[in-house]
């Protein structure tokens, strides 16, 4: 018999016995799949005809571990925890992997790891305390919206009325520089906003930005309406490489995930298509788009959190952004997508562990914006590489779609704040601080598309 098949039964074997001492049975693969069908989303109440389930989805004794990932028994429980136990991975690396747990499975996966002898540390020990803690009372706003004309604060998380609410105070208040127009539309009908900032030099170059095609990453809007905050209201004392440039801004990529994590699931990943699938609803709109669609990093079950749709641009979310770039007179170069978390600056390729052949060039202006988002921050380091090798191989994503399909050359994918204390749940404290990273990176990157 094969060696290797026979260490595979032995390890299947010592996986089983594991499981039966921690009260756990081991699944055949068909029960596998439904067993994972909303690794977010702890027994998921149905979802009614409008999109509302029945209450908000709590997560009450859910933690978040950290598990080394440095060696095949440690990569093979991360696996079972995942199959056996509907554990979520959150985030890895080289070195180590963010691991969600619901709290009705953590005495089970507890005893999984004890008895399989491997290690962890807890980063977050009640995650409904830190959903509670997260974001704080809007009542400041009004006093806000008196005095500034709009209820944004950048104290707090937003909700999508109050950022497209803004974006229309801008064009209102600076009609000579800002615009704004609706690209498309969602599944459920809410507009993809985008919000042009220009002098109208016919000479600009033109820089894409966008924000929350994952629901539940909240400080991606939040810094992104920063950024494009910052630009305008201080315009006439920016430097000419940032107001030489057309700024094409989407705040928020998914408005219906992000407006469902805000009413019924905090920890909601994907859009809202598929209704009908409850739980399993959603597509992985960072999978979607067409360069390289249903490779590696990707699947085709909807009840994945990494599905990639029906097919490239199979939904209206991603067909709007690539029917809007392609169709734009703009001179794109560059492209910039924010997202969370790691505190990563990632470049081309992602849909696996290749470079483009520019990838010295990439990898200089990453790390020149790091070094200025160390110094804005003081002591937030972030890590530069391109994305299929340093963080994991993910087909169909956007950035490789401007590489791939528009020739953008300065693509980047950032990985915001921050490296796992608080995951998605980063507290609204953090969204200034994270802005003026975002800000010096984008100086950075301004200032070398100036140079094209």
Not at 108 to 131: H, W
Request: aromatic share 10%.
């Amino acid at each position: 018999m094969n060696p290797i098949a026979v260490s595979r039964t032995v390890a299947a074997f010592i996986v089983s016995l594991v499981l039966l001492q921690c009260g756990s049975t081991h699944k055949l693969p068909a029960e596998t799949a439904s067993a994972n069908a909303a690794p977010d989303a702890p027994e998921q109440p149905s979802v009614r005809a409008n999109d509302a389930p029945a209450q908000p989805v709590k997560y009450d004794g859910a933690q978040l571990w950290r598990i080394a990932y440095d060696d095949q028994p440690k990569k093979n429980a991360v696996a079972e925890l995942q199959d056996r136990f509907d554990a979520s991975m959150w985030n890895y690396n080289a070195t180590s992997v963010d691991i969600f747990v619901r709290g009705q499975q953590l005495k089970k996966a507890e005893c999984f790891l004890r008895a399989a002898n491997i290690p962890y540390e807890v980063v977050i020990e009640d995650m409904q305390r830190a959903i509670d803690t997260e974001n704080p009372s809007l009542e400041e706003t009004e006093l806000w919206e008196n005095r500034n004309g709009h209820r944004m604060t950048w104290t707090a998380y937003h909700r999508l009325a109050d950022i497209y609410d803004w974006m229309d105070y801008l064009a209102q208040t600076y009609p000579d520089l800002c615009s704004t127009k609706a690209i498309g539309k969602s599944v459920q009908g809410r507009e993809l906003k985008v919000l042009r900032i220009s002098n109208g030099n016919p000479a600009n170059r033109a820089i894409w930005m966008d924000g929350g095609i994952h629901a539940r990453e909240w400080i991606s809007p939040a810094t992104v309406t920063y950024i494009a905050n910052e630009l305008v209201e201080d315009w006439d004392n920016q430097p000419d490489h940032l107001r030489n440039v057309d700024w094409y801004v989407l705040p928020v990529h998914n408005p219906d995930g992000y407006e469902h994590s805000h009413q019924y699931d905090r920890l909601w990943r994907k859009n809202r298509g598929g209704l009908q699938y409850g739980p399993c609803a959603g597509v992985d709109l960072n999978r979607n788009y067409g360069y390289k669609w249903g490779g590696q990093g990707t699947s085709k079950q909807p009840c994945s959190e990494i599905f990639a749709g029906s097919g490239p641009f199979s939904e209206p979310e991603s067909k709007a952004v690539s029917e809007f770039m392609q169709s734009s007179a703009a001179d794109w170069k560059g492209f910039l997508t924010f997202h969370s978390y790691g505190q990563y600056i990632l470049y081309p390729w992602g849909y696996d562990r290749v470079v483009p052949p520019d990838h010295a060039d990439l990898k200089r202006v990453g790390d020149a914006a790091a070094e200025q988002m160390l110094q804005a921050s003081g002591g937030s380091r972030y890590t530069v590489g391109p994305s299929g090798s340093t963080l994991y191989p993910a087909a169909g994503g956007s950035d490789d779609w401007a590489r791939g399909a528009l020739n953008i050359k300065y693509a980047y994918t950032v990985e915001l704040r921050d490296t796992g204390r608080y995951g998605f749940v980063l507290p609204a404290n953090q969204i200034k601080p994270t802005g003026d990273e975002a800000v010096a990176f984008v100086d950075i990157i301004a200032q070398e598309v100036a140079k094209l």
